[in-house]
């Protein structure tokens, strides 16, 4: 039978049924093929420290039967300066900067920062997600992202099952990156001393390190309304770990101040000793999240807890809470809130004093110090009629540290060992489909 | 009969109810409530009327009358009538494949995901109740052989689902109703803002998640599929789709068959169609000329 004859037999024998004349043509489509989730974030941290303009593009592609394709592209640049590792002193401090070609100079009773920090980053990720036997369901992904200093190249796959008529969802995820290290100026000898310019005797070329994370996840729904996630993760780091540009004050024991040095005649260089740090070269995190989701009617409330250890003698928590609230047909309102606290790593100094042994590990970094930070925020967001969705978040950060009481020494006690932060958060998003 | 629940969507409200056995969901483009809880009733009533009208499980159907007449004539309504002439058309079409009358197959076969398929003798037992050809039709006259049965299952939901678009239209003539019985839908016009109607397939094997998203403006999408009603014996799954010529579940066709077309009867008329044809449902659709989707 052709293909005209049937279909004509049909509208004849549907329009006899329906008793009506011929509706309109029937104008249907497959919907977006393509969904697109974008967004431009500035991060700003006070007194002209760390800024990032960072734009970001998620792209899905829906295959049907539930098999996608998800790439994303992000871009930032990062400006500003952050802090070195010396401490604060009550005269004009001079460093080499990490190049070795130059020197630049903080102002007394300042925390040293180093401002030659500037950076622009790509990073690409594609991940293919499809369905495997009945009820699981398997994805693959590739990771690259490259800045001047350093280059990330990762894999991941993951795979996840259902239970229970879909209630339970248990997955196994594994991934792996290899990531290179080329530091301006070259990788330094840990602990060796901040030279003159010029002398690139103590740095050493590239380096790089791998990371193999483990995560098994939990998903269960508790009722119509409430669903449970339970996440534990397991992460091991070998290799350079070191932030190639923190350095530690080599300070006298009674004063307390950094030990001057005189460059070499005819020479720029630092005017104190200060030694690059030392990490160790390898790390084992360990982590456990859960995070309950509720809809009270449309309002939706979210819980969630971290508890991060590792094998440098860091634990962190992490307590976050945020409330969806509709506003009016289309649009919500969203505040959060989020509470951080980490202990110090085993091998987080201050400085160094003159007099005792050299540590095998030694750091500065404040981020491996001992801290909490608040963070603040809401978010706004809308449904366009034409199923679009555009949002803005703003967010505070507050972050305060301590050092510990016996590790300040002589006349450090009148300055400020470690600077507080605090940083806004701006974000816009835009979800639409094509 | 149960009740109509009504909520409001951002930009519509959606009516949901339980009808022929299966959810059904109401989505009205307007934002006054009255309308949408006039034209919700409407679609109801209509749901309900055609399912107490042709149920073949109901005492008081015209269906229930026609199959306990025990030979004898019976003159039917208009309505009845135009049902039994658009049968005999598919049975036309299907060439005796599709048939009003192969619902006693039933007492043979039980689709419910076991292993218990019936012998050879067990269908041959019924096979004389069945075929259209022995019927005697005179509209509005109709007259079964002793032992005949009908049913308009593969017929009845795409039937409602039109005409409750029609009642719909009949109260507010160019609002945009979208009528879904049980993932057979249909919709008149578009909606005011001109953006389609999102509406998720199936999924052929999961129940309840959509195999996929299509964006409707205006008529009508029927699937036809097997996600829960199946034999499966000896590593051989059966359909339910039975060949009413052999009494035996066609072979080799597709889990789901989704179709495009200006009404839901046409659309759930062609996956029938097209479902019938076994492992040459994807040909036949081509050679149709439809808009479709298996899985």
């Not at chain 1, 005649?265 to 309950?292: C, H, I, M, N, W």
């Not at chain 2, 579940?249 to 839901?264: F, H, K, L, N, Q």
Request: proline share 4%.
């Amino acid at each position: 039978m052709s293909s005209n004859s049937l279909q004509s037999k049909l509208a004849a024998a549907t329009c006899a049924l329906l008793g009506t004349a011929a509706t309109q043509p029937a104008s249907a489509s497959d919907a977006d093929a393509w969904s697109f989730d974008s967004s431009v974030l500035y991060y700003g941290e006070s007194d002209d420290r760390v800024q990032d303009i960072s734009a970001a593009v998620a792209a899905k592609r829906d295959f049907g039967d539930e098999r996608s394709l998800s790439l994303s592209l992000t871009a930032d640049t990062l400006t500003g300066a952050s802090a070195s590792g010396a401490i604060a002193l009550d005269r004009v401090q001079t460093f080499t900067s990490p190049s070795g070609k130059a020197t630049y100079s903080t102002p007394a009773r300042d925390v040293p920062l180093d401002d030659t920090f500037h950076d622009t980053r790509f990073a690409l990720t594609a991940a293919w997600t499809q369905p495997l036997a009945r009820l699981y369901t398997v994805s693959a992904g590739l990771g690259f992202s490259t800045e001047y200093d350093y280059r990330h190249l990762g894999a991941n796959l993951s795979l996840a099952r259902d239970f229970n008529k879909r209630n339970t969802t248990l997955s196994l995820g594994l991934a792996y990156s290899q990531d290179d290290i080329d530091p301006v100026g070259g990788a330094p000898v840990p602990l060796s001393q901040m030279l003159d310019v010029g002398d690139g005797s103590n740095k050493l070329g590239s380096d790089s390190k791998t990371v193999l994370d483990l995560l098994v996840g939990f998903t269960q729904v508790l009722g119509r309304n409430t669903v449970l996630r339970v996440n534990y993760s397991y992460s091991d780091s070998s290799g350079y770990l070191n932030d190639p540009y923190k350095i530690l004050s080599v300070v006298d024991p009674a004063t307390g101040d950094t030990i001057a040095r005189v460059p070499a005649a005819g020479l720029a260089g630092s005017s104190g000793v200060y030694l690059f740090e030392s990490r160790p070269d390898a790390r084992t995190k360990q982590s456990v999240y859960a995070e309950v989701k509720h809809a009270f009617g449309k309002p939706v409330l979210r819980g969630a807890y971290r508890f991060m250890t590792d094998d440098w003698g860091i634990d962190s928590s992490t307590l976050e809470t945020s409330l969806r609230w509709p506003v009016g047909a289309s649009s919500y309102i969203e505040p959060q809130l989020r509470y951080y606290t980490q202990s110090a790593a085993d091998f987080y100094r201050a400085s160094l004093v003159s007099s005792q042994p050299l540590p095998q590990y030694a750091s500065a970094d404040f981020r491996l110090g001992e801290f909490d930070a608040t963070t603040l925020g809401v978010k706004f967001g809308h449904r366009t009629g034409g199923g679009n969705e555009w949002s803005v978040r703003a967010e505070y950060y507050q972050q305060n540290g301590s050092v510990p009481g016996e590790q300040i020494i002589g006349h450090q006690r009148n300055r400020e060992q470690y600077p507080d932060l605090s940083a806004v958060i701006v974000q816009f998003g835009y979800k639409f489909g094509l | 009969m149960s009740a109509i629940v009504l909520t409001r969507d951002p930009a519509h409200f959606t009516a949901r109810f339980t009808a022929m056995a299966s959810p059904c969901e109401v989505l009205i483009d307007t934002t006054d409530a009255t309308l949408a809880r006039r034209i919700a009733g409407a679609v109801g009533d209509c749901a309900w009327r055609i399912e107490k009208k042709f149920s073949r499980y109901r005492d008081d159907s015209v269906v229930q009358k026609i199959n306990t007449t025990a030979g004898e004539a019976i003159e039917v309504d208009n309505e009845t009538a135009n049902l039994l002439d658009f049968a005999a058309t598919l049975t036309t079409l299907s060439e005796g494949g599709f048939d009003i009358t192969s619902g006693v197959l039933r007492r043979a076969w039980t689709f419910d995901g076991s292993d218990r398929v019936p012998t050879q003798a067990d269908i041959d037992a019924l096979l004389p109740s069945i075929g259209w050809q022995k019927v005697r039709w005179q509209r509005p006259i109709l007259q079964l052989q002793r032992g005949m049965q009908i049913d308009f299952g593969g017929i009845g939901k795409e039937y409602a689902v039109d005409s409750a678009c029609t009642r719909a239209e009949e109260i507010a003539s160019d609002t945009s109703v979208l009528v879904n019985f049980g993932g057979d839908v249909a919709v008149r016009h578009p909606r005011r803002d001109g953006e389609p109607w999102r509406v998720g397939i199936e999924h052929a094997e999961r129940t309840g998640l959509p195999a996929r998203l299509v964006n409707l403006l205006r008529g009508a999408i029927a699937t036809s599929g097997d996600a829960r009603r199946f034999l499966l014996k000896d590593g051989r799954r059966y359909s339910h789709i039975l060949d009413a010529r052999t009494g035996w579940p066609v072979e080799g066709a597709p889990r789901s068959i989704t179709v495009v077309a200006d009404t839901c009867t046409q659309a759930g008329t062609i996956t029938t169609l097209a479902m019938l044809q076994g492992a040459n449902a994807t040909v036949f659709l081509r050679e149709a000329g439809v808009q479709f989707w298996v899985q």
